[in-house]
């Protein structure tokens, strides 16, 4: 099914890196021919007295945060002649990622902008994964300046599992666009399980014009996020396609884990499914 209708949550100051990465993804999703839908949320909080606070100062500056989020959106959008439509509303704090994910539910798509290690979106990012049903593509604002917004060179993430399956399945318009998509494995031993996993599905993609190759990594004793990143980083990826929280989710968050190193630090595009 092509991607026809994105989602982008405006959360977050609107520092420069925020704000470019907006303008980012709005050329995206312009580059997949899809319709754009940008929501901002402000947190809604109790009414206070008319005395100015400093908690009031707080929540004035993040109405205003609001403003200049839907404004980056807008500006991007009307830049990139695509079609797109902007909302904003009023939530209790502890509802803004739930909120956010329940509207990706009806999006093909959700692009989130990744500040590095920041617990508050990785929070957000965990949320859409296990509540809107969606995949995600996480934007990397640190690297936004270097990322292109079409995606000729691919990584599958292929572990064999069920979510990463799904991942190549919500995928496929973006591999089937790619001038190069590259199936990785990171595997000390290249079993025959492990070589006839892959060539199986190369010779899926094949079946939907999506032409790819297949190879695995040495891990060499680091863990296998960081090799991910590395590989990508080194083979000048654009994007990466990879199943989130293999293992469950508790472990992970507690000892870490592929999904943990991914989030908190993006390589490149990452496009997320579980």
């Known amino acids: 099914m092509p991607i026809k209708d994105v989602f982008l949550p405006l959360i977050g100051q609107p520092r420069e890196p925020t704000l470019a990465a907006i303008e980012k993804c709005v050329a995206v999703a312009a580059d997949l021919g899809a319709r754009i839908t940008g929501l901002a ?3 809604d909080i109790f009414a206070r007295p008319k005395a100015v606070l400093p908690d009031d100062l707080e929540s004035a500056a993040e109405a205003g945060d609001v403003q200049q989020l ?8 009307s830049r990139a002649g695509i079609r797109a439509q902007s909302r904003s509303a009023k939530v209790p704090a502890d509802q803004v990622a739930v909120t956010l994910a329940e509207h990706a539910r009806f999006s093909d798509l959700s692009l989130i902008p990744v500040k590095p290690h920041d617990s508050r979106t990785e ?4 949320t859409f994964l296990f509540e ?14 270097e990322l292109r917004t079409d995606f000729e060179n691919v990584m599958i993430a292929w572990d ?33 399980a492990i070589n006839r996993s892959g060539m ?10 999506a ?20 590989w990508a980083q080194s083979q000048a990826i654009d994007a990466i396609v990879m199943g989130a929280y293999r293992h469950s989710r508790l472990n992970e968050i507690v000892w870490g884990g592929v999904t943990k190193t991914v989030i908190g ?5 990452v496009m997320i499914s579980h």
Do not use: M
């Open 160 to 192: 064999h599992s069920a979510r990463a399956a799904r991942a190549v399945g919500d995928a496929l318009p973006i591999l089937q666009a790619a001038a190069s998509v590259r199936i990785v494995t990171v595997a000390d031993d290249k079993t025959e």
């Open 70 to 77: 839907l404004n980056a959106f807008n500006n991007a959008a």
């Open 265 to 269: 630090q993006p390589p490149c595009w």
């Open 41 to 43: 949320l402000e947190e």
């Open 200 to 209: 199986d599905l190369v010779d899926h993609l094949r079946e939907h014009g």
């Open 211 to 230: 032409y790819a190759s297949f190879e695995t990594v040495q891990a060499g004793g680091s863990s296998i996020g960081k090799v991910l990143g590395s």
């Open 123 to 126: 929070a957000v990012i965990e």
């Open 132 to 145: 809107s049903g969606r995949p995600l593509l996480l934007c990397p604002e640190h690297l936004v300046s």
